[in-house]
């Protein structure tokens, strides 16, 4: 059973940065893939990164050269994931979650390509 748990949201002004975690518990294995989604109120869900263990991140144009995930990194018998996010602007505002796919399957934002979701961490971008 894999578990996912983000942390790191809240409130920061436009040009800010913020880093969201993505606490995986259980064994992903060494295939998978794992994504960062968001969804902004009365918006569709939008895919930002996805991380496949054999292949470069992919980032969606939105957030290309101001987003950077990590690759999954085991700490305590632990997998993290890191979206560090700089120049954040009033549009990126809304409710970002991490998912995860274990071993091999479809690649591409289809969130039905993941059947584990974390429950999502807010961010607000404001003056």
């Known amino acids: 059973q894999v578990q996912l748990v983000e942390s790191g949201g809240g409130s920061v002004q436009p040009g800010g940065s913020l880093t969201l975690s993505c606490d995986v518990s259980?064994?992903?294995?060494?295939?998978?893939?794992m994504a960062w989604f968001r969804q902004a109120p009365g918006k569709e869900l939008e895919g930002l990164a996805l991380i496949a263990s054999d292949g470069p991140t992919l980032y969606a144009d939105s957030v290309h050269g101001r987003f950077t995930s990590s690759v999954p990194s085991q700490d305590n018998a632990q997998n993290i994931l890191f979206l560090r996010m700089n120049n954040l602007k009033p549009e990126d505002s809304a409710m970002y979650y991490c998912a995860a796919r274990l071993g091999d399957g479809p690649y591409g934002w289809d969130r039905r390509f993941f059947p584990y979701w974390g429950q999502g961490t807010q961010v607000i971008v404001s003056s």
């Open positions: 259980g064994d992903i294995g060494t295939t998978y893939l």
